[in-house]
């Protein structure tokens, strides 16, 4: 069980190619999300008021093993919920990354394989990306949710409510975040995976409807759209993760 268990801590570097990334990111009051994270994480906030909460929304191809044949990359999409955090390592330095609460896709294979090899919690359903004229759609019946936007416009209005006074104070908060953590509460250890990106460059999205279930189950009070974008033709792959011991 233990050398199964250990497969889950990213235990080699994988690469992948994402067409085109789509991200709704939501803030809301900093308690409201606090309470989700384990003891050695905390909130990325704004202003010390508002922490955020993404949906991400990716289509991905050729996802393998780093260095291996695109033959063996597999073509899928992924949907992932995740909260914005930060952490202190071990040398003292100040990591920006993201907290997953939760991870689907359309293809069982990769649901198979993420949970194997990750700790993120994949579900398998289904997911479709649409243009409808000048509209983008990305929607999922069984998992209720929908994000009808207009695509790349450097004019786009900031979504209503949102905490940011411009565009360009929000894409401090448009990534990349390039770690991701996993914690073992039990063991008191944390697991890092940096992510390593090419050609990221978020366009602003005009957003025109919106809905996800899963964040309105969460319940969280006086949560907003804070901002909307999307990437296109970019390079990625993760490093193999590392573990520290949390120390707090």
């Not at 384990?38 to 008021?49: A, H, I, Q, R």
């Not at 509209?135 to 207009?150: G, H, I, P, R």
């Not at 008191?188 to 999205?205: A, D, M, S, T």
């Amino acid at each position: 069980m233990a050398a199964f268990s250990s497969l889950k801590d990213h235990p080699f570097a994988v690469e992948a190619y994402f067409n085109r990334s789509v991200v709704f990111t939501f803030a809301a009051p900093k308690a409201e999300l606090e309470r989700f994270l384990p003891e050695c994480l905390s909130l990325d906030t704004f202003k010390d008021t508002y922490g955020f909460i993404a949906v991400a929304m990716v289509d991905t191809r050729d996802l393998r093993p780093k260095g291996t044949s695109k033959l063996l990359g597999n073509d899928f999409m992924l949907v992932g919920y995740r909260i914005f955090v930060r952490y202190k390592n071990l040398k003292g330095r100040r990591l920006r990354g993201l907290y997953i609460l939760k991870s689907e896709t359309n293809k069982k294979k990769m649901e198979l394989f993420g949970n194997i090899f990750t700790h993120y919690k994949y579900e398998t359903t289904d997911i479709r990306f649409q243009e409808e004229g000048k509209l983008s759609k990305v929607s999922s019946e069984a998992s209720n949710f929908e994000a009808v936007f207009q695509g790349s416009n450097e004019e786009a209005s900031l979504p209503v409510g949102s905490p940011f006074s411009s565009w360009k104070e929000a894409r401090r908060y448009a990534g990349p975040l390039p770690f991701t953590f996993t914690y073992n509460s039990e063991k008191k250890e944390i697991l890092i995976i940096e992510g390593v990106r090419k050609n990221w460059k978020p366009q602003p999205l005009e957003v025109q409807e919106y809905r996800f279930k899963f964040i309105e189950d969460l319940k969280l009070k006086d949560v907003v759209l804070a901002n909307a974008f999307q990437i296109v033709d970019v390079p990625y792959y993760w490093k193999k993760g590392i573990k520290e011991q949390w120390q707090g």
